[in-house]
């Protein structure tokens, strides 16, 4: 630390409490949505418009029971989406308050750690390597050198001492200093600038996928309808005849269970992994999670330990030892553990038994000059100077003869962040020696890569550290191919192209995503600054570290709690199992929402009456729809790829499927009209309870890759479907809402749904054989 003669005392702590009060945290306000607004956003989507627009219709109609009904299912959904959400909020107010940043704060003239968001203008402030400016500053004393890329667009980081100004989430790359705070919160150009990266925003895949769905059955919604409305008016029936239907044929198409689905299945997935580590952001990230197939890692900290030691000592003098190199080099290292390199070079000495050696004078390291320096007195009492810093500054002092350069090139080779030790007379001074550093790659990277190529994600280093430091961690990490040469990023650059991109700036990150987007690739990005905020959210799945700022936490869709990348893999493993969920329920609800379509119509061309009314099909939806969002709570297998939506491999998936379901339904409709000469109205009773229990069976069947007997349901899905089936078969025995069916046919039709649900699951398998439906 920087010597305290001649710093103010610092703030009394009443006075920063005064201060606090009156200009707020130092932190990015958090805009809360007003409830109602945001209860309003839930009713603005493509699902909801579709029930409102039933609704509306339905009280037109005078239908008040059927138009009550319909705003009960609308009404779920908007609450379960809600809850979800606000838990989701409560869990990351939690996380940021956990992972809030730190600063060394001086006040009533003594220095303690306390979180930066307590920071006021007037505080004194220290900063120092591998830290974030936690306001805006101007130095008082020292020297540093800043990455400010992020806030300023300088390409390369710049130097910064006495009276001169650091910006507040600007990284110290080197040096220290101490500071008095200028400005802290919303009022820092940090805070200014971070609005921007908040209103970016992207479409998820699960709009996508909801959209694309609605599309479908919109088509063929209005296909049906036109042809069911022109054979009505054809056959003669009247107005008033014609409104149900259409109100009827409107309701069968709405996928109302769809958005439930996935806000449930991705909130008990949110719940697993908060478990292993990981926070989601957004509920969304775990849809994206389930469908990168780049992930573009940072080294230091998440591949590495982030954690410098000493590598390697090369006496140069003969007669020096590894022990004596190590206690020149600490004499001229900071003494307060804030330097990372002093501190690794100081614990080194310790532990090989060099002796402390008395410092007369102590000069930190210096940006401008890239060294530091001390003074000690030899064993004569003669003044000794000793430089440690980078070869090429200590080569100024002290020329490195060619045995010194070829130990330079061997360690840097080997990634070794080398330092040079000179010492002598303060006008005489000789290289004697040189000391490598390295951060060692985590033990669980190399097997937690092997497990990403085996999911088929390929990894990509992305990091500002050299060139061959990056490639000897990649190989020893096991991350094998190319590094990228120095200079500009190439437009059409691809993930296969290279493993290493090294001394990347930040702005270079964003470009890299966009240039893997182009070609086809989901990307999963992680990151910690605001810097990396664009990239995040650009990104498929941008991740923000433990220590990221505000701003990247806001950015990313989901958040690591601890190091490492377990949690990255987790949440792939999850997303995907979550993702498998929600297709195969996807492609469940197009079956039965297609085929109770088409059997709405050709009901109608068989009877001449309509086989559904608004109140059936309500009906219907709340013992169809509403239980099958159990699937969210399924077991579900992840797949061994990468997924991604395909809804024209989905909808032709469904064309055998909701064949089969369309001959069965068709079947019993026929024998009921033609064999049990059955009245319009039971014939409804009887449309009703049969497209029931088959789409409960559709379902069922549905729910796995595999022959039904090999996956076993979940004890909430099983309870699920036999509620639904029990109370739509109670409704249809007793005459409730609808003529009553004889008992008998009531179980009749439980055999012929098992029965459908057997030739069903062997025309799934040997579809799903042959069509990808979810595989990128």
């Not at 009443?14 to 956003?41: F, I």
């Not at 974030?132 to 540093?144: E, F, H, N, T």
């Not at 400005?183 to 996508?208: H, I, N, P």
Request: hydrophobic residues 55%.
């Amino acid at each position: 630390m920087p010597a305290n003669a001649g710093l103010p005392a610092g703030l009394s702590a009443a006075e920063a409490n005064r201060r606090l009060a009156e200009s707020g945290p130092n932190e990015m306000v958090e805009t809360a949505e007003h409830p109602l607004r945001r209860a309003l956003r839930h009713f603005w989507a493509p699902v909801p418009w579709m029930l409102e627009v039933t609704i509306l219709l339905q009280l037109v109609a005078g239908e008040g029971v059927e138009a009550a009904m319909v705003a009960a299912l609308l009404l779920i959904n908007v609450v379960l989406a809600m809850v979800q959400e606000g838990r989701a909020s409560a869990t990351l107010a939690l996380l940021r308050q956990r992972l809030a940043p730190r600063a060394r704060v001086r006040r009533d003239g003594s220095w303690s750690d306390m979180p930066a968001a307590a920071l006021v203008q007037g505080d004194i402030v220290q900063i120092s390597l591998g830290g974030i400016v936690p306001a805006d500053l101007k130095l008082l004393s020292g020297s540093v050198l800043l990455d400010q890329s992020m806030l300023t667009g300088e390409s390369v980081a710049v130097e910064r001492g006495p009276d001169e100004q650091a910006y507040a989430g600007a990284l110290v790359n080197r040096g220290e200093a101490v500071a008095e705070v200028t400005a802290t919160g919303a009022r820092t150009y940090f805070g200014r600038t971070a609005e921007l990266v908040r209103a970016a925003d992207v479409q998820s895949s699960e709009q996508k996928a909801v959209l694309g769905v609605v599309k479908a059955l919109t088509a063929v919604n209005m296909a049906i309808v036109v042809g069911m409305v022109a054979y009505a008016y054809a056959i003669g029936m009247t107005l008033v005849q014609i409104i149900p239907l259409v109100l009827a044929a409107l309701l069968s198409a709405v996928p109302v269970a769809m958005p439930a689905v996935f806000t449930l299945a991705a909130a008990l997935g949110a719940r697993r992994l908060a478990d292993e580590g990981v926070l989601l952001a957004r509920l969304s990230a775990l849809q994206e999670a389930a469908m990168i197939d780049v992930l573009c890692v940072d080294k230091t900290g998440t591949l590495t330990m982030n954690s410098l030691s000493v590598s390697g000592v090369v006496p140069l003098v003969d007669g020096l030892t590894e022990a004596a190199l190590l206690s020149r080099a600490a004499a001229a290292s900071s003494a307060d553990g804030q330097d990372r390199v002093d501190a690794a070079i100081r614990a080194a000495a310790a532990q090989r038994g060099g002796a402390a050696l008395p410092v007369i004078r102590f000069t930190p390291f210096d940006p401008a000059t890239k060294m530091a320096e001390a003074l000690i007195a030899d064993p004569s009492g003669a003044p000794l100077r000793i430089a440690k810093g980078s070869p090429i500054a200590i080569a100024a002092l002290a020329p490195l003869d060619p045995s010194a350069q070829a130990a330079l090139k061997r360690m840097t080779g080997e990634g070794s962040r080398v330092l040079a030790i000179a010492a002598g007379a303060p006008d005489s001074m000789a290289v004697i020696g040189l000391i490598g550093l390295s951060d060692p790659p985590r033990p669980d990277s190399a097997p937690l890569l092997a497990e990403l190529r085996g999911l088929g994600i390929g990894a990509v280093m992305v990091t500002g550290d050299t060139a061959e430091t990056a490639g000897t961690v990649a190989r020893t990490i096991g991350l094998q191919g190319p590094v990228c040469p120095p200079g500009k990023i190439p437009e059409s650059v691809g993930p296969r192209d290279y493993a290493v991109y090294a001394g990347v700036f930040p702005e270079d990150k964003f470009r890299l995503v966009r240039a893997f987007q182009r070609q086809g690739h989901a990307v999963g990005m992680c990151g910690d600054g605001a810097n990396d905020a664009p990239a995040l959210r650009q990104a498929q799945m941008g991740i923000a570290v433990a220590s990221a700022t505000d701003v990247a936490k806001s950015a990313a869709g989901l958040v690591l709690t601890a190091p490492g990348l377990r949690g990255i893999l987790a949440c792939i493993e999850e997303g995907r199992a979550a993702f498998q969920r929600v297709l195969t329920f996807t492609l469940g609800m197009l079956v039965n929402k297609a085929v109770t379509l088409i059997v709405m119509g050709g009901g109608l061309v068989m009877t001449g009456h309509a086989v559904m009314t608004p109140l059936l099909q309500a009906i219907w939806m709340l013992t169809g729809d509403i239980p099958m969002m159990a699937r969210a709570a399924d077991r579900a297998k992840p797949t061994p790829y990468p997924n991604a939506w395909k809804i024209r491999e989905l909808v032709l998936a469904a064309l055998p499927l909701g064949s089969v379901k369309l001959l069965y339904v068709m079947a019993v409709l026929a024998l009921g009209w033609f064999r049990l000469k059955l009245d319009a109205e039971t014939m409804r009773t009887l449309t009703f309870l049969t497209l029931v229990l088959a789409g409960q069976m559709t379902g069922l069947v549905l729910r796995a890759r595999g022959h039904v007997w090999h996956s076993r349901p979940a004890l909430v899905l099983l309870a699920a479907i036999a509620a639904a089936a029990a109370l739509a078969s109670a409704l249809a025995w007793a005459g409730w809402f609808m003529a009553a069916l004889p008992g008998w046919l009531v179980l009749s039709l439980y055999g012929g749904s098992l029965g459908y649900g057997l030739v069903l699951d062997l025309v799934k398998v040997a579809m799903l054989r042959w069509l990808p439906i979810d595989r990128r």
